[in-house]
């Protein structure tokens, strides 16, 4: 039984990738979940600018943030099947992006005041309206910049990008996800704009430190054969 389940489990990525998405997940529950132990009685801000006042509430969107899900699903088992290097650089950018969140989340505790519909008043408004309310009751409306939503939908958009050996539309597809994901979390009063440009310069971010220290890698690696290579001769 065991055997096949780790046969399941590897058909569907190698083993390196289920390790550092376990990571990944142990560090999304540090961040979000962890940092409020310290924040509950802190100050929180409220970043909402004029243009989230004038923005409507559509229940409807709540579809596409709860199918969030989903995209997160596919985009991390993709980017674990994209291959090794690939996989450990762009996880380790979510990573970062991650330690980025958190960092902001006890700097700067956030809040959405006055745009959000209490959950009571939702009740008897449809399917739409029952689902939201549903959201509402179980996350708590802080720790919102930068929105993990939105942290998460770039970063499948963005790792996207980097893999090769997917179909054209892949990465267009995950862009309009990640698209219809950032409208919802402010058409349903989850979160304002600010948030959401969070979220995307956390990824953005994480990527480029990455980046910067690969390069780094490379260049010691080749620097320290040349030297051994020198003292050879």
């Keep these: ?28 529950g540090i961040a979000y ?26 229940p409807f969107f709540i579809v596409f943030y709860i ?17 090794k290097e690939v996989c450990i650089r762009l996880f380790s950018a979510e990573l970062t992006a991650k330690v980025i969140a958190m960092i902001c989340f006890l700097v700067l505790p956030t809040t959405i005041e006055g745009l959000r519909p209490a959950a009571e008043s ?24 930068p929105s993990i939503h939105c942290l998460e939908s770039w970063f499948c958009f963005r790792g996207a990008l980097k893999l090769k050996n997917v179909p ?3 990465a267009p597809v995950m862009l309009l996800s ?34 910067f220290l690969s390069l780094i890698g490379i260049r010691y690696e080749i620097d320290t054969k040349e030297y051994f290579y ?3 001769l």
């Excluded at 065991?2 to 999304?28: C, D, F, H, Q, T």
């Excluded at 009685?41 to 509430?57: I, M």
């Excluded at 899900?69 to 980017?79: D, N, S």
């Excluded at 440009?197 to 430190?209: D, N, P, Q, S």
């Design 33 to 58: 979940f962890g940092t409020r132990l310290f924040t509950s009685g802190w100050k929180h801000w409220d970043l909402a600018l004029p243009l989230d006042e004038k923005l409507p509430f559509v």
């Design 122 to 145: 939702l009740q008897g408004g449809g399917i739409w309206c029952s689902l939201t309310a549903l959201i509402y009751r179980m996350d708590a409306p802080d720790n919102l910049f």
């Design 178 to 211: 990640a698209l219809l994901v950032f409208a919802s979390t402010v058409l349903v009063k989850q979160h304002v704009l600010a948030d959401i440009a969070g979220g995307i310069a956390a990824v953005e971010i994480g990527m480029l430190l990455c980046e």
């Design 67 to 83: 199918l969030a899900y989903v995209q997160w699903a596919v985009g991390f088992v993709m980017i674990g099947r994209g291959g």
């Design 1 to 28: 039984m065991e055997n096949k389940m780790r046969n399941r489990l590897s058909g569907i990525m190698p083993g390196y990738a289920w390790i550092m998405i376990a990571v990944l997940l142990l560090v999304n």
């Design 168 to 170: 054209r539309w892949y």
């Design 230 to 232: 020198d003292r050879s």
